[in-house]
């Protein structure tokens, strides 16, 4: 399949383009370098160097002998991202139009969107934008296009009743419909994933296109089959306040011997995901394609935890490899439910053959070793908050 990753330079694109390549198709990927100026910008390097994405696509391509193209652009710009869906940005001669679209192209950090006014309004832009220009383009080049989006669980907040699939049936007053789910979304961040969703659902009524959205919970993990012999094809490890999941954070305060930063009660539970099952949920998507007109969603987790029990799992790991590891609760920067009912549906992605890679020990002990062996580079200054909600 012809596959377009937007967005393939990032912590997930990256590993996508390889894996994809790897299983025989014609990959193309675009990043506009964001994420990378983000990290300067803002002093929060990421663990480890990584090479540029021509650089990274050159070293996949003569390793394999297989062909990732590469695009360095802005997605908000429309011009370009046609190009894109022709070949032309490519430099590909003959028609290259995607069959599949993998869109990974947004600001995703929730301090980041909560920062200031310019960085709020720029959330706002790039992420709503550049979703609106991919269905324009989608439609005038392909209508026939799958379009994949990766969402996040973090739209529907955490309500106090079962969180299902994408959509609820509602009852009322003798009558009976079924709405998109309720979102709830707890930073601008998620807010606008809630609303590129309300787009693509939109567009998938009026003009037909075919759209699975992907609503992911935090992913941990760096190294899958594809990389796991170089560590130049590694992806983006982000540890820091801004960009830094909280299984990261976790794993750089254990190794230089930081207590492990709680925020308030630590009782906020959410779904997580290993970077290997989100690779295999985009495959399951991209093989089993949504119907012409179906906006079709996905709660992308494999299981759920606490920040606690997280917290305690990484201690415990920690200390079969001999560190000493506490915990310390610390003033919750964000404004969220500290102890709540949590309780998502996540069975289609199962259903599709998804065979899940649990958070284990071993999983553990292994994230942690390959931590220690990069300790020299951790940087202190990353670890506390500085980003508050309110
Ligand atoms: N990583 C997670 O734990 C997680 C969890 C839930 C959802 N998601 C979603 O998955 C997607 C990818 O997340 P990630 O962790 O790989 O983030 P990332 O920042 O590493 O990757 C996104 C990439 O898109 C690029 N980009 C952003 N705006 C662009 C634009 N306008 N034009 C071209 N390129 C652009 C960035 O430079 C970056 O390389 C995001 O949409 C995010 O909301 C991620």
New binding site residues.
């Given amino acids: 399949m012809r596959v377009l990753i ?8 990256w590993p996508t383009a390889i894996y994809l390549s790897r299983k025989g198709h014609d990959v193309a990927v ?7 100026l983000a990290c300067h910008q803002l002093d929060a390097e990421p663990l480890i160097p990584v090479p540029n994405l021509n650089q990274r696509a050159r070293l996949w391509n003569e390793k394999t002998g297989l062909t990732i193209q590469v695009a360095i ?4 710009d429309y011009v370009f991202l046609c190009k894109c869906f022709t070949g032309e940005a490519f430099g590909i001669k003959e028609e290259w139009i995607p069959e599949a679209i993998v ?7 929730a301090p980041y969107s909560m920062m200031d006014h310019e960085k709020a309004i720029f959330t706002i832009q ?1 992420n709503l934008l ?1 979703t609106a220009n991919i269905i324009h383009a989608v439609n005038k080049f392909n209508p026939d296009c799958h379009i994949i989006k ?5 739209v529907y907040g955490t309500p106090n009743i079962d969180i299902e699939e994408g959509y609820l049936d509602v009852e009322y007053k003798g009558r009976k419909h079924t709405f998109l789910y309720p979102k709830t979304p707890g930073s601008l ?1 998620h807010l606008t ?1 809630a609303q590129d969703g309300d787009l693509l659902y939109f567009y998938a009524r009026m003009w037909n296109i075919r759209v699975s959205d992907l609503n ?4 941990y993990g760096l190294v899958t089959d594809e990389s796991k012999h170089d560590e130049k094809l590694i992806t ?1 490890f982000n540890y820091d306040d801004i ?1 830094g ?1 909280v299984l990261n954070r976790f794993l750089v305060q254990a190794v230089i011997g930081h207590p492990l930063t709680v925020y308030g009660k630590g009782g906020q539970t959410r779904g997580y995901i290993d970077i290997r099952d989100t690779i295999a949920c985009i495959e399951l998507a991209l093989l089993n394609p949504a119907q012409a007109g179906e906006y079709r969603v996905f709660n992308q987790i494999t299981e759920t935890f606490s920040v606690k029990e997280l917290a305690n799992k990484i201690v415990e790991a920690a200390r079969d490899l001999g560190l000493t590891v506490k915990i310390k609760a610390i003033k919750n920067p964000r404004k969220e439910a500290e102890k709540h009912y949590y309780n998502p549906k996540y069975s289609g992605l199962k259903d599709l053959g998804l065979t899940p890679h649990l958070l284990t020990q071993d999983k553990l002990k292994t994230m942690l070793e390959f931590v220690s062996r990069h300790q020299s580079l951790i940087h202190k200054r990353y670890i506390m908050p500085r980003v508050t909600w309110g």
């Fill in positions: 937007l967005g393939g330079d990032g912590y997930l694109g675009v990043d506009n370098y964001f994420r990378r652009g802005d997605i908000c869109h990974y192209a947004e600001q995703p950090s790039n550049g990766l969402g996040t669980m973090g961040y994933k992911q919970g935090p992913v983006i960009f999941t």
